[in-house]
């Protein structure tokens, strides 16, 4: 079993950054591949990005090149989504979800956290 919990988010200005963070616990946590996932309100869930569990293969939506960047440190078991020159468009729940064999196949991913709010002010 794998534990995720999301931190980072918060309300900002049209342009800003933030950074969030996917903390992992549990068995072999770190041989996962995982994902960025995010939801608007009343509409469905979309996938933003995902990293391989080696950090070397990362994958994006294509509204998200160029503007946000997927990493990962496995000493720490943490994810990361470092998103600048944020949007109105960007805001929703940000989940991050772990044991995706097919990229972007939400139903693909065996374990997911509970989400943290990003809201982007215009």
């Known amino acids: 079993q794998v534990q995720l919990v999301e931190s980072g988010g918060g309300l900002v200005q049209t342009g800003a950054s933030l950074r969030l963070s996917c903390a992992a616990s549990g068995r072999t946590s770190s041989n996962y591949d995982t994902a960025w996932f995010r939801q608007a309100p009343g509409k469905e869930r979309e996938f933003v990005a995902h990293i391989s569990w080696t950090g070397r293969s990362t994958y994006y939506a294509d509204f998200v090149k160029g503007r946000f960047t997927i990493s990962r440190d496995n000493a720490k078991n943490t994810m990361y989504l470092q998103m600048n020159s944020l949007k109105p468009e960007d805001t929703g729940v940000y989940y991050c979800?772990?044991?995706?064999?097919?990229?972007?196949?939400?139903?693909?991913?065996?374990?997911w956290g509970q989400g943290t709010q990003v809201t982007v002010s215009s």
């Open positions: 979800a772990a044991g995706g064999l097919r990229v972007g196949r939400e139903d693909d991913y065996a374990y």
